[in-house]
């Protein structure tokens, strides 16, 4: 309900012709907080544009008797699907202890935010999302009290080209710099820009349609400048791309850097930083004094620091701040990985339109999830259809469950029809991982991308030792690793990879193990991605005499227990003890299990969940690239800086 | 004393699988045999880059858990390792079996710890020995301040263990009187 407000005071919908007085009351209360009045109305009018913006229905003014504007407030549901609305609102600031002004926007903003509910998937987490400057209490804390809260925090960084020597840009081999072309770089451009953002905090994967209405949108505004739209590329491949526009609020001589992305693929290898460099010396030949950007602190790809290195420094900070309007699946991501909003324990269901989508591994955005309902439900005249086409991206782990099932599939005597993905990228990283190389599979495009380890089979016991020293050199010829995180990695995979003929089976023959292995290099961090398609952990430990109520409380008893199938007191405790590892290198670990699923990060915590079931054991660890020594500025050359061991404790011998 | 040197690294830099373990504690039980029955086996990790658990259990732990048992005598077995993290695996699995060992950071030398599981008085009285040499349950008692049934208690578990050894010294009725001595 919205609060009633005092006598004389009225609210109504704004109108475009309200934007300047719009526009002065932002200015009025930016005046205060720090002493500028940036805002100009063609900026507000380039929000109330939008083609999904209602201006009758998505904003609310206050009026003071007097007619003059005290109070403003917008909700933004622009997103597909609507999971994240934003909230904008201002207060004239001789209205700060108006109590009831600030109760009267909340309100209402709680009251219209609710209004995507209907239109939202059911199961899946609404939340409000509002910003602040660091600078005004105030605000956060009315925020506060109106149940919000701090999630994120992003600065505002400026470089004055007076104040530094600009380098020109310096192109990664094989690179080339283009400008964007409307008409026909649009879809190209929104591909690049889901792929290099898709691990950031606050991405929503929204339909391609959707993307392109809204660049489309903004590519219309007057402000579009497509010089200063750029296009970094690889072949015809887009690996960056820069988007700035030539003024920026409140300091027309400061051009801003508005959207600059590296897909993952091309990460560490300098892009990022050429593009900044190229930006600015267009900037420069223009005539512009300096830029500005916006960036968030927790990124987990280093932005800061690299923009930090091209000589830019913070002016102010900008606080984001969420109210969650009702609980579900988070399709939003959170701290670079897709969170959940409850640590309850949660079904995750698949369906066929959501193939693909992540269900049990958030840290690898997009997953293999619940790929045994898809088979069932897409069933065609008896044969197997697995559609890939609206995959984007897929991680080892989903590979790994992929490998096994079409291994399966062979093995009963099926056909598995593959419609292979659109997305080239994901082609491109299937095709590393060897999952088209067989028979029948095999893309055309012959342009593969190295993975560290492409799934490796685990059949024989006594090459174990040979497999993982594999695995590692394959690291090894990546970086230059520390020994001592290096070492323990090989420790861990001696330990899942055995577990798989030692623990996986009845019978205790590998013969019967199936297991497959593979690693790749993320963003994330290094990533070991281990399954086996064996008698799972609860039927595992069943062969020791105890009987567990579900798959959750065998792997709950594995992993936090360190039971094992053997009585033997030395065994088992392997998988608790990793698990333990992973969390002091802040890295993810999931298990799953049948039913369970045991997953845990460094923001989310672990808790085990209820998920689609699979036969057998599959684990991912990711393992973040500073633990081996890997730093963003060394893994560009490959190299890795070392950190001194720690000294250790010795007691003196009675002669000594 | 008789001191024979079991190098690990003849198995590998980087060891291993259960099975390997279990294959490579057949020839270390045999090295252990022909030692006299006062010997000492030292299992040496130099040239070793990675010991996982699950062979430093089957190797050294269950080794170490037939020793324990007696049916080695009065040999004793010590590690030797160059560095406190190439233990590691090996100190996880001694602790699941109840078990703790000295550990060398050389074969020849006499600085050590603890790998495995220990009680923190344990140590204090093991490291009391090994400053003393011979000493008795009474002195140590007096020295720790604490009760003789008590010393009698910490002395009785580290002589299961092999981390010290005791000689009889003489009995007069009803008791028997032991000396006891570090290993090293």
Partial sequence: MTHPLPAGYTHRPATLDDAERVTQLWNDRTETVRGERPFEPRLIKQRWNHPKFDLKTDSRMVLAPDGSLVGYAHVRDVKDPPVDVFAGYTVRPDHDD??????????????????????????????????????DKTEQERLESFGFEHERTFHRMKITFADTSLSPPDWPEGITVRGFVRGVDDEALVIATQDAFRDHYGFIEQPI???????????????????????????????????CLAEAPGEPDHGVV???????????????????HHAFAVFAERGIRGAVLTVDTDNKHGAPTLYEKVGMRRIRSNL????????????????????????RRRRVRASPSSLLRNAYNPAMQLTIAGIEETLKAVRVEGDTTLDLRSVRDADPFGLVVLDLLMRQQDEQGERLQILRPVHPPTIRWMQAMGLFTRPGLRAPDPDVAEALQPITPIEDEGAIMDL???????????????????????????????????????????????GIAAMHDFPDGIVLAIADKGIGM?????????????????????????????????????????????????GTLAIRTGHALFYHDPTQGGDIYDVAPFPGVQIALVIPHRVFGICESASENGRAERVDEPGEAWFNGADE | MNREVFQVSQFGRRVGTRSEGEAARAKLLEVLQALPDDGQLVVDLEGVEVLAGSFADELISKSLGLLVSGVYGDRTMVVSSPSEELTEGLSDKLTQRNLAMLCLQRPTGRKWRIVGQLADPHIETLQLIFDRGETTAKALAEILGIPPNACHQRLKRLVELRLILQDRVGASAPKTLYQFRPIL
């Fill in chain 1, 98 to 135: 108006a109590d009831w002004l600030w109760e009267h926007l909340f309100a209402w903003l709680d009251k219209e935010a609710r209004r995507v509910i209907p239109k939202a998937p059911a199961d899946a987490r609404i939340a409000l999302v509002a910003g602040t400057e660091s600078e």
């Fill in chain 1, 209 to 243: 349609e959707a993307e392109l209405a809204e660049l489309r949108h903004w590519l219309a505004e007057d402000d579009f400048d497509a010089e200063l739209w750029n296009l970094a590329c690889e072949g015809e491949e887009i690996a960056g791309f820069c988007a």
């Fill in chain 1, 538 to 586: 609860r039927e595992s430990l069943s062969l020791r005499g105890e009987t567990f109520e579900s798959d959750a409380d065998a792997l709950d008893a594995i992993v936090h227990r360190g039971l094992s199938r053997f009585v033997d007191p030395g065994r088992g405790a392997e998988l608790m003890r990793i698990s333990k590892m992973i969390r002091s290198w802040d």
């Fill in chain 1, 468 to 514: 993982v020293d594999r695995f590692d050199a394959r690291l090894d010829q990546r970086y230059t690793l520390d020994d001592s995180p290096r070492f323990t990695l090989i420790r861990f995979m001696i330990e899942l990879f055995q577990n798989i003929p030692q623990h996986s089976n009845a019978t205790g023959s590998v013969a019967d193990a199936h």
């Fill in chain 1, 320 to 343: 984001t701040y969420v109210k969650e309007l009702r609980p579900g699946v988070n399709r939003v991501m959170k701290q670079g990985i897709s969170s959940r909003s409850s640590r």
């Fill in chain 1, 258 to 276: 508005d959207v600059i992305g590296v897909r993952p693929a091309w990460h560490r290898r300098g892009l990022g930083r050429a593009l900044l």
